[in-house]
């Protein structure tokens, strides 16, 4: 009968050390002398592994590939890229070190061989992995918690669990978790031992933890150190405590991220002191709050460039605790279609900015300007509030011209975990759109009634916005989700003279899948209505051009260029003999609700993995108009694709290629009266002909930054 191995917590780390050991004694303990001699590594491969992934591995080992460009035909030989040797010391450890690995994870068993390729100067190297079965977590105790803390809820939590492999990682990290739970009870003070017992014969492991909680404390004494021009009543106003509450552990690190979310320092700690535990007849934890005040000014330039924008720029200033107090005032400004617009016009429309060419509205430049004041921590700590003011000229592709000079005043709060805004913004403003599209909203076509459509308005709107962010990466995230609802009204009571209510709901989520690879999936619903708007003493029912649902381009359905998913109109100067338009253009029209849906596979490039990737993709949507007889729909678009992708320090640049293999849009035409100037309906289902070849069904797109 074959005799049961164990493994207690006493000769717990016995087999490392050995293997340690021979990792470090292994090979020759005097280096090469004639580096210059050691071939090139020019691949690093894992087979047979499964469990644990080849970033993983990759990142345990010494021996590393050189980089791509380095064996590239002619790059290699002019130097380019970084040439990494191949240590034969090294490479026998990494058998060791990929050893130990898979024993922290449970896998005792696993065996790993090499094979190696030679050439004449370099090196491609394989690890082959026999995992093996692992040793399975047979149960999991956690004593010394009866009438403090629910177990098996506590059990749930831990990233350990019955009947997956005994990680040594997760075993360590369930410590901390009950250690967590523990002081965020208020046991400041709580210590947890933990064990386990391994048979090697059965692969089972048996776990245990014992906590002593202590005593429950309060928080006494609160000492600042480290600030100097902020006051000591600024940071305890950022603190999600004071004394005498209960000692929570979150407390703490809620206090330590308000800090950094102050922009008032540039490092913040709070924990408990070195001398923290007072007698009396309560038990007092003193917290130390240590911080680094970071720099009070701050100012930033960047530039771009983009397809629709063409060259653009942006600068802003922070002066953070202006007048103390923590306020912070922020100055900003942006300009874009530099270069081919008044006043900058250096002919570029005619070249990297030709989609601008033809645009209604590219005459000057797009500019905005803004000036905040912020106070955070107004009432309670998540309570904050801004004034602001801004001026803007800003326009959507062949859709509208939106001038406005206005203000706003915000508060902000949470609810829970989800930081809510309520503003309140007021505007002089005016938005001038093509012609067509008041004919087609107003049924009046003359010069004078769009003059007064377009005329300069006081629009006023409440917001409310929820946003909830829980993703690693606000640039990049490959794990999370989004979400995002914000609801707008408009109408007199809130001092506007445009009325309507607004819905528009977001949520993204984000899944990392093996090896680099993230499923990214997106929808979105928005719905506006039109209440009444006051032009020229007479009340009429208007959604503004800029509060309508637009659709196509690189960030919602790409198999159709900018806004020409939804309804269009369009204007032509004449007709020619064959009955064809003469310089027809077209105009976006905006709809009253939208459904989007977007999934996307993103994966890295075996070439340069860290900086270029690709994505396959399917993006879907559906446009309504409101109509008398309600919402019609304009029917359900469906559009595949792929793209690449490259890492910059501005976020990803994206080229997209989309196949569309729907007709052009119908939509009414309309024919400039040369006498008066006036607009003619000449069709009211116009469709322009489209080419069948492939090449025809493939829409473009250049953007910087994810498509969501």
Avoid at 319 to 340: E, K, P, T
Avoid at 492 to 515: C, H, I, M, T
Avoid at 581 to 604: K, Q, Y
Wanted: proline share 4%; hydrophobic share 40%; glycine share 8%.
């Amino acid at each position: 009968m074959p005799r049961k191995v164990y493994e207690s917590s006493t000769v717990k780390r016995t087999a490392d050390a050995v293997l340690v050991v021979a990792a470090l004694s292994a090979g020759p303990l005097v280096a090469q002398t004639a580096e210059q001699h050691r071939p090139m590594v020019t691949g690093v491969h894992f087979d047979g592994n499964r469990a644990i992934e080849d970033l993983v591995l990759a990142a345990s080992i010494a021996t590393t590939a050189s980089a791509w460009s380095r064996h590239a035909f002619l790059l290699g030989d002019l130097g380019f890229g970084e040439r990494r040797e191949f240590d034969e010391t090294e490479f026998r450890r990494d058998v060791v070190r990929l050893q130990l690995l898979y024993r922290q994870h449970g896998f005792y068993e696993a065996r790993v061989d090499t094979t190696v390729r030679r050439r004449d100067r370099s090196v491609d190297v394989t690890f082959l992995i026999e995992e093996g079965p692992p040793v399975v977590v047979e149960s999991i105790e956690v004593g010394g918690v009866e009438g403090l803390v629910d177990s098996r809820r506590l059990l749930r939590r831990l990233p350990l669990r019955s009947g997956a492999p005994f990680n040594r990682l997760a075993f360590e990290a369930a410590a901390d978790t009950i250690l967590f739970t523990m002081r965020d009870l208020g046991y400041a003070f709580a210590e947890v031992f933990r064990n386990y017992t391994v048979d090697r014969i059965q692969r089972r492991a048996r776990v245990s933890y014992e906590v002593f909680p202590g005593e429950r404390v309060r928080v006494g004494e609160i000492v600042i150190e480290g600030a100097r021009t902020v006051s000591s009543r600024t940071v305890r106003r950022n603190l999600a405590f004071t004394e005498g509450s209960l000692f929570r552990q979150r407390d703490l690190v809620q206090s330590q991220l308000s800090l950094y979310q102050s922009d008032l320092f540039r490092y913040a700690s709070v924990g408990l002191h070195s001398d923290s535990l007072l007698r009396g007849s309560d038990s007092l934890a003193r917290v130390r709050v240590r911080v680094t005040e970071s720099p009070r000014e701050r100012a930033r330039l960047g530039a771009g460039y983009g397809t629709i924008d063409c060259l653009r720029g942006s600068a802003t200033f922070t002066r953070a605790n202006f007048l103390g107090g923590a306020r912070r005032l922020d100055i900003a400004a942006r300009v874009s279609r530099v270069g081919a617009s008044d006043p900058t016009r250096l002919g570029l429309e005619n070249s990297i900015c030709s989609q601008v060419r033809n645009d209604l509205f590219a005459d000057r430049v797009n500019h905005f300007a803004s000036i905040t004041l912020t106070q955070p921590s107004l009432v309670a700590r998540t309570f904050s509030a801004s004034l602001s003011g801004f001026t803007e000229r800003r326009t959507e592709l062949n859709a509208y011209e939106r001038t406005a000079v206005g203000g706003a005043a915000s508060i902000g709060f949470r609810v829970g975990r989800t930081p809510v805004s309520l503003t309140w913004r007021v505007t002089r403003a005016r938005t001038a759109a093509d012609p067509a599209t008041f004919c087609i909203h107003f049924d009046r076509c003359e010069e004078s009634t769009i003059a007064q459509l377009s005329d300069y308005r006081r629009e006023a709107a409440l917001v409310v916005q929820a946003v909830d962010s829980r993703t690693n990466s606000p640039v990049d995230p490959s794990s999370g989700r989004v979400t995002v609802v914000a609801l707008s009204h408009a109408s007199p009571a809130v001092w506007s003279q445009v009325g309507f209510n607004k819905l528009d709901a977001e949520s993204s989520w984000y899944r990392l899948l093996s090896r680099g690879f993230v499923l990214a999936l997106r929808l979105r619903g928005g719905v506006v209505r039109a209440l009444t708007t006051v032009i020229a003493d007479s009340a009429i029912r208007f959604v503004p051009q800029e509060e309508r649902f637009y659709a196509g381009g690189p960030t919602t359905v790409r198999g159709f260029p900018r806004n020409e998913m939804g309804p269009v109109v369009y204007v032509a100067d004449s007709l020619d003999q064959s009955g064809d338009p003469v310089n027809l253009r077209s105009s976006p029209l905006g709809s009253s609700a939208i459904v989007l849906g977007n999934l996307e596979l993103r994966m890295p490039s075996p070439i340069l993995p860290g900086r270029l990737g690709f994505s396959l993709f399917v993006d879907a949507g559906e446009l309504w108009e409101e109509a008398p007889e309600g919402l019609v729909a304009a029917g359900l678009k469906i559009t595949p694709g792929a793209g690449m992708r490259l890492l910059t320090p501005l976020g990803p640049m994206r080229l997209d290629v989309a196949f569309n293999g729907y007709l052009r849009q119908a939509g009414r035409l309309y024919l400039i009266d040369r006498a008066t100037g006036n607009l003619v309906l000449a069709d009211l289902a116009y469709r322009p002909r489209r080419g069948t070849s492939l090449l025809h069904r493939l829409q473009l797109h250049f953007s910087v930054g994810n498509a969501f």
